[in-house]
């Protein structure tokens, strides 16, 4: 029997998470959460986010973070959409 196939934790690849960061969406450093990609000004992961739209909406992530702007998170998603189309 095959074993699954186990992928990272993040679903960013390095470029992403490069790109996110000079645009000033998120950033990273071994002080915060362990060097995690986190939203600007938090200590909220970039991952959460994906995991609330695999789980719930956008919505629901704003009202439990309410640290992360809209415009924060809507950049994240427009990033990750346009390194896709590439």
């Given at each position: 029997m095959m074993n699954p196939v186990q992928f990272p934790a993040s679903v960013l690849q390095p470029s992403v998470a490069d790109r996110l960061?000079?645009?000033?969406?998120?950033?990273?450093?071994?002080?915060?959460?362990?060097?995690?990609?986190?939203?600007?000004?938090?200590?909220?992961?970039?991952?959460?986010?994906?995991?609330?739209?695999?789980?719930?909406?956008?919505?629901?992530?704003?009202?439990?973070?309410?640290?992360v702007s809209r415009t924060a998170a809507v950049g994240v998603l427009e990033q990750v959409r346009a390194n896709l189309a590439v």
């Amino acid at each position: 029997m095959m074993n699954p196939v186990q992928f990272p934790a993040s679903v960013l690849q390095p470029s992403v998470a490069d790109r996110l960061e000079q645009g000033g969406l998120a950033t990273r450093s071994e002080d915060v959460m362990h060097g995690a990609l986190v939203f600007t000004g938090t200590r909220v992961l970039v991952d959460s986010l994906f995991e609330y739209l695999r789980d719930a909406s956008l919505e629901q992530f704003l009202d439990d973070f309410p640290s992360v702007s809209r415009t924060a998170a809507v950049g994240v998603l427009e990033q990750v959409r346009a390194n896709l189309a590439v």
